[in-house]
């Protein structure tokens, strides 16, 4: 007798993606879409057991930098491991396309610098059979993956294409070539581009140091863009900017001006800067003001500190600076560790460690106070104590000592965990009260980047074993916190037929063991093209992850299924 569906998930405990309250509910699935939810009679061909488990919507991570692994790579990890069934890359400005022959280098060094992506993997793993943004999008189109992906147009690759050399020097557009980044973001976004994304952070460099070619964009330029969108009549702007200026408020004022004419939603990254603690609260005010003036406006925000992580595996430590440190840092991690265990080496770097801080990275790679034992489980709200800064001090050492010390045992993979932004309590109650603005979406994982630094693409699986179970105090409702990241960023980004557990959505779906479920301690790889490394982050607790009505992860473990594929454009409900 042939099956009335393709998949029935039995008896778990729903959590819809809509904010409502758990319920017991089967999830008949048909055709990629989902059939039934409620009380199922028919058959599946396949059927799960999710009684006493967690179901829900596959999460949407609209904050990932897979722009060249996905032309690659089939399988979007860490991503994939941590629930995650659609993701959005081309964040922060930088990317592949479109592009000339000529300046295929540049972007490459651009997300090297930008993103901490292997430039040797990169030119390897590239294959570059396109020039414009559509012809990008066709190379996606044709690799099967383990999620959806959809991409956004960056700034960076645009303004070079354009510009030439120009745009690295950070020269002011003329109106032709405007008008001619305007046609081209409308032609972008009729090929299936889900938005554009823009940075003035002066902490987006080339892996030379060059600045981001968006930088110094003029008003004009932005403005002429932003007309190609509405020209389209689709896609989000995303915007990064350092906001350093005594007066936000101006920069808002000329964003406003920009959906005033376009018409078109916006989101900016936000974070908590250790150094003016409270200035999140002015930024997330502004958002809301764009909002009372009757634009589609949300921050980006993340449910945990945002740091490095330092190591001998990974790409910094607090000596990275020293001229001892850098002449072996490209070593492997057992020729690196025998010779940091000579005493008269360790000697030299710890008297070259005291020498005066020359730039705000070796500033961040050295406050002691803010470097903690990641631990395994990894620890994301460590308590002050636990710092190797106040370790020193309880000893009566210098902190240099206890770091180098700590980074040498065991076999070197040991990772100190450095948040720069978000943990200037020591504590996440900012980003608690960041989470709940009706006006801000969980984003800035980052996943596919920062391969050598920060491993924050399992922000997923964190959000709902700290904040729904785990967190000693605050908890937060977790068909709530689901919603966040599932339905929010989905409408967000224009993406309305998923997000939800409802008849005729896609059957996009997580059953998760959510007692057990929990972020497990990054391990550094070497498997990029090239052999470049990368940090990898599993998770435990995810019973089965299913792409349009396939199960593509069964306990952690691939089944081989890969029916992702690319997302072009925002869909309709």
């Given at each position: 007798m042939a099956a009335d569906f393709d998949l029935v998930v039995r008896g778990g405990n729903l959590a819809d993606g809509t904010g409502a309250a758990l319920r017991e509910a089967d999830v008949a699935m048909k055709d990629g879409k989902i059939a039934v939810v409620g009380k199922v009679a028919?058959?599946?061909?396949?059927?799960?057991?999710?009684?006493?488990?967690?179901?829900?919507?596959?999460?949407?991570?609209?904050?990932t930098h897979y722009d060249g692994q996905a032309t690659w790579d089939s399988r979007l990890?860490?991503?994939?491991?941590?629930?995650?069934?659609?993701?959005?890359?081309?964040?922060?400005?930088?990317?592949?396309?479109?592009?000339?022959?000529?300046?295929?280098?540049?972007l490459i060094e651009l997300m090297e610098g930008v993103e901490d992506i292997p430039g040797a993997a990169l030119d390897e793993g590239l294959k570059w059979s396109w020039e414009s943004f559509g012809q990008y999008l066709d190379a996606l189109e044709a690799r099967p993956r383990d999620m959806d992906l959809g991409a956004q147009l960056p700034h960076g690759a645009l303004r070079v294409f354009v510009m030439g050399e120009r745009a690295a020097k950070l020269e002011e557009a003329t109106t032709a070539e405007v008008a001619q980044m305007r046609a081209l973001t409308a032609e972008a976004m009729r090929a299936g581009a889900l938005g554009f994304t823009t940075s003035r952070t002066l902490n987006h460099r080339t892996v030379k140091g060059d600045p981001t070619p968006s930088l110094r964009a003029s008003e004009e330029e932005l403005l002429g863009i932003a007309l190609?969108?509405?020209?389209?009549?689709?896609?989000?702007?995303?915007?990064?900017?350092?906001?350093?200026?005594?007066d936000p408020e101006s920069e808002f004022a000329m964003l406003k001006r920009l959906l005033d004419a376009s018409g078109r939603p916006f989101s900016v990254s936000l974070a908590q800067r250790h150094s003016r603690p409270d200035g999140w609260r002015r930024l997330l005010g502004l958002v809301e003001g764009l909002v009372a003036s009757g634009h589609q406006a949300k921050a980006q925000v993340a449910?945990?500190?945002?740091?490095?992580?330092?190591?001998?595996?990974?790409?910094?430590?607090?000596?990275?600076?020293?001229?001892?440190?850098?002449?072996?840092?490209?070593?492997?991690?057992?020729?690196?560790?025998?010779?940091m265990r000579d005493p008269a080496f360790r000697a030299r770097i710890l008297k070259e460690s005291h020498e005066p801080l020359r730039s705000e990275m070796a500033a961040r790679l050295t406050d002691y106070d803010r470097m903690f034992p990641l631990g395994d489980p990894p620890d994301y709200e460590p308590p002050q104590e636990s710092s190797l800064g106040a370790q020193a001090r309880r000893e009566n050492r210098d902190p240099r000592e206890v770091v180098y010390d700590y980074l040498i045992e065991g076999e070197g993979t040991n990772f100190i965990f450095a948040?720069?932004?978000?943990?200037?309590?020591?504590?996440?109650?900012?980003?608690?009260?960041?989470?709940?603005?009706?006006?801000?979406?969980?984003?800035?994982?980052?996943?596919?980047?920062?391969?050598?630094?920060?491993?924050?693409?399992?922000?997923?699986?964190?959000?709902?074993?700290?904040?729904?179970?785990?967190?000693?105090?605050?908890?937060l409702d977790v068909s709530w916190l689901v919603k966040r990241h599932t339905l929010d960023n989905a409408q967000a980004v224009g993406l309305n037929d998923r997000g939800r557990v409802a008849v005729g959505a896609k059957a996009d779906l997580n059953v998760i063991d959510f007692a057990n479920l929990r972020v497990e301690a990054p391990v550094m790889k070497w498997d990029l093209p090239a052999g470049g490394k990368r940090l990898l982050q599993k998770a435990r607790g995810y019973r089965a992850t299913i792409v349009s009505g396939a199960v593509t992860y069964r306990d952690g473990e691939a089944t081989g299924a890969l029916p992702g594929r690319l997302v072009r454009g925002p869909q309709a409900a």
């Amino acid at each position: 007798m042939a099956a009335d569906f393709d998949l029935v998930v039995r008896g778990g405990n729903l959590a819809d993606g809509t904010g409502a309250a758990l319920r017991e509910a089967d999830v008949a699935m048909k055709d990629g879409k989902i059939a039934v939810v409620g009380k199922v009679a028919g058959k599946g061909a396949e059927e799960i057991d999710a009684k006493g488990q967690l179901v829900t919507p596959g999460f949407v991570d609209i904050h990932t930098h897979y722009d060249g692994q996905a032309t690659w790579d089939s399988r979007l990890q860490p991503s994939s491991w941590h629930g995650v069934t659609t993701a959005v890359m081309g964040n922060c400005g930088v990317g592949f396309a479109p592009v000339k022959i000529e300046d295929r280098q540049r972007l490459i060094e651009l997300m090297e610098g930008v993103e901490d992506i292997p430039g040797a993997a990169l030119d390897e793993g590239l294959k570059w059979s396109w020039e414009s943004f559509g012809q990008y999008l066709d190379a996606l189109e044709a690799r099967p993956r383990d999620m959806d992906l959809g991409a956004q147009l960056p700034h960076g690759a645009l303004r070079v294409f354009v510009m030439g050399e120009r745009a690295a020097k950070l020269e002011e557009a003329t109106t032709a070539e405007v008008a001619q980044m305007r046609a081209l973001t409308a032609e972008a976004m009729r090929a299936g581009a889900l938005g554009f994304t823009t940075s003035r952070t002066l902490n987006h460099r080339t892996v030379k140091g060059d600045p981001t070619p968006s930088l110094r964009a003029s008003e004009e330029e932005l403005l002429g863009i932003a007309l190609g969108m509405k020209d389209a009549g689709r896609g989000v702007i995303e915007f990064i900017s350092d906001f350093n200026t005594p007066d936000p408020e101006s920069e808002f004022a000329m964003l406003k001006r920009l959906l005033d004419a376009s018409g078109r939603p916006f989101s900016v990254s936000l974070a908590q800067r250790h150094s003016r603690p409270d200035g999140w609260r002015r930024l997330l005010g502004l958002v809301e003001g764009l909002v009372a003036s009757g634009h589609q406006a949300k921050a980006q925000v993340a449910p945990r500190p945002i740091g490095v992580l330092q190591g001998l595996q990974a790409s910094r430590t607090a000596f990275s600076m020293c001229a001892a440190y850098k002449a072996i840092n490209d070593k492997p991690v057992a020729e690196k560790l025998a010779i940091m265990r000579d005493p008269a080496f360790r000697a030299r770097i710890l008297k070259e460690s005291h020498e005066p801080l020359r730039s705000e990275m070796a500033a961040r790679l050295t406050d002691y106070d803010r470097m903690f034992p990641l631990g395994d489980p990894p620890d994301y709200e460590p308590p002050q104590e636990s710092s190797l800064g106040a370790q020193a001090r309880r000893e009566n050492r210098d902190p240099r000592e206890v770091v180098y010390d700590y980074l040498i045992e065991g076999e070197g993979t040991n990772f100190i965990f450095a948040p720069f932004a978000n943990y200037a309590a020591y504590n996440l109650d900012c980003c608690s009260e960041m989470m709940r603005s009706p006006h801000t979406l969980i984003g800035l994982g980052d996943g596919g980047a920062h391969v050598g630094l920060i491993s924050d693409g399992s922000y997923p699986t964190y959000l709902l074993s700290h904040w729904g179970r785990d967190r000693a105090s605050g908890r937060l409702d977790v068909s709530w916190l689901v919603k966040r990241h599932t339905l929010d960023n989905a409408q967000a980004v224009g993406l309305n037929d998923r997000g939800r557990v409802a008849v005729g959505a896609k059957a996009d779906l997580n059953v998760i063991d959510f007692a057990n479920l929990r972020v497990e301690a990054p391990v550094m790889k070497w498997d990029l093209p090239a052999g470049g490394k990368r940090l990898l982050q599993k998770a435990r607790g995810y019973r089965a992850t299913i792409v349009s009505g396939a199960v593509t992860y069964r306990d952690g473990e691939a089944t081989g299924a890969l029916p992702g594929r690319l997302v072009r454009g925002p869909q309709a409900a």
